[in-house]
């Protein structure tokens, strides 16, 4: 990974991710370590965020290096019409890595053609978030003791989703079995099927998932992502499609952990909160040691 972009969760190997997993375990006993001395890091942050930006900018911080950037863009030259090309090029001399999030499809993949210096991908449109997948997959690890077959439900906007395009594209290495619920508006769009498909992985698509919930080891629950859609009247047919209660988790299995990469809107009821089932603001926490393993392999201090 030494001096390589992290664009798509794709771009590492199955070693390459196990790898990072146990890294981050590392980091999780003594976050501490001040590997990043020296080092600048740069966040450019061209759509809102507060987990994956600040989890960096601390894991940045526990590392000892130094960062530098803006968590809006409109405080930058993008706002006197400069072009994503021009910054790139612009802040990749005064950085050793980029984290970066756009709101375009593609858009790390290309930052990663132009900059002199690694870029990870932040989350790119629609497109892919493979740090947050990389913590979902430590997440789903540490809580399960595995990540061979799994039973693994998505639900929500799996359109739309960039989490579950990442996570269904790593956890298909481990023999998976998905089902996913949507609305038809919001189905996995053909593409992934087609991915699983070619590798001989079943899927199963669902409308409801409340007489199937008993078979779940993990639910991963999706907010609709209200700033995709161009029409707002098809967001507000969609929006509170699933609420997941507290009342439905009776019956379900006992290492079943819930994850939501976050934020949530209403999807997840907060009565859910306090059942030890609930993972999602641990999840949260894992984002920092996971994040600290991925900057140090990219930047090759360890
Ligand atoms: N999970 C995630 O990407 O959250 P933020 O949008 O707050 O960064």
New binding site residues.
Partial sequence: MKNKSLVSIDDLSTDEILKILELAGDFESEPERKLLAGKVVATLFF?????????FESAINRLGGRIIGFADSSTSSVSKGESLKDTIKTVSNYCDLIVM?HPLEGSARYASEISRVPIIN??DGANQ?PT?TLLDLYSIKKTQGTLDNLNVFLVGDLKYGR?VHSLMMAMARWKTTFNFISPEELKMPEEYKLYLENIGLKYYEHTDFTDIISKADIIYMTRVQKERFSDPIEYEKVKNIYVLRNSMLKNTKPNLKILH???RVNEIHTDVDENPKAYYFEQ?MN?VYVRQAILCSILGVL
């Fill in positions: 759509e809102p965020s507060t987990r994956t930006r600040l989890s999030r932040a989350g978030h947050q989490t990469p976050l934020p949260t984002g």
